[in-house]
């Protein structure tokens, strides 16, 4: 049985934010310290990065980028699916938006295989049934951006 709706694996706690004067932007913004306006400056190599264990994937990871808690209408996510790895067939009710960073592979969306490579952007309608394959040799990577719930 396919899964309903995309597991939420990690709300992130922990932001770098800046304030409004760009007399105070520093290379060494203090971590986790909110300033008034929320803004987030962090690299997205300090972002967790969790296996997805969702029944049905096999080799892929993500690191929620912008998390529920600091956007009021999007998450972004970051993807890493290892050679031959995939994520779960599946559906559920809000739609993707996806630009791939790195690699290659298919989107099966509906029954059809869909090639892309690095560069590529992708838009999966809410309530299809879709799953992201690695087709390449190498890890591929993709930003999701989806509608925050």
């Known amino acids: 049985m396919l899964p309903e709706n995309i597991v939420r694996i990690y709300r ?6 800046m304030n409004n ?3 105070n932007i520093t290379s060494d913004v203090p971590k986790g ?3 008034s306006n929320g803004v987030k400056v ?9 296996p997805v ?17 600091e956007a009021p209408n999007f998450v972004m996510r970051l993807f890493e699916v290892e050679k031959d790895g995939h994520t779960p067939l599946h559906t559920h009710p809000n739609e993707h938006e996806v630009f791939v960073l790195e690699g ?11 090639p892309f490579k690095a ?7 809410a309530d299809k049934i879709h799953q992201f394959r690695n087709t390449g ?3 591929m990577k993709f930003l999701c951006l989806i509608p925050n719930e």
């Open 53 to 69: 264990t969702v029944e049905g994937a096999a080799g892929v990871s993500m690191r929620w980028l912008i998390s529920q808690k």
């Open 104 to 114: 290659q592979g298919e989107l099966v969306f509906e029954n059809t295989k869909n």
């Open 42 to 50: 962090k690299d997205s190599k300090e972002i967790p990065l969790h």
């Open 119 to 125: 560069g590529y952007v992708l838009y999966v309608p």
């Open 137 to 139: 040799n190498g890890v």
């Open 21 to 23: 004067n760009a007399d």
């Open 12 to 17: 992130q706690k922990e932001i770098y934010t």
């Open 33 to 35: 310290r909110p300033i």
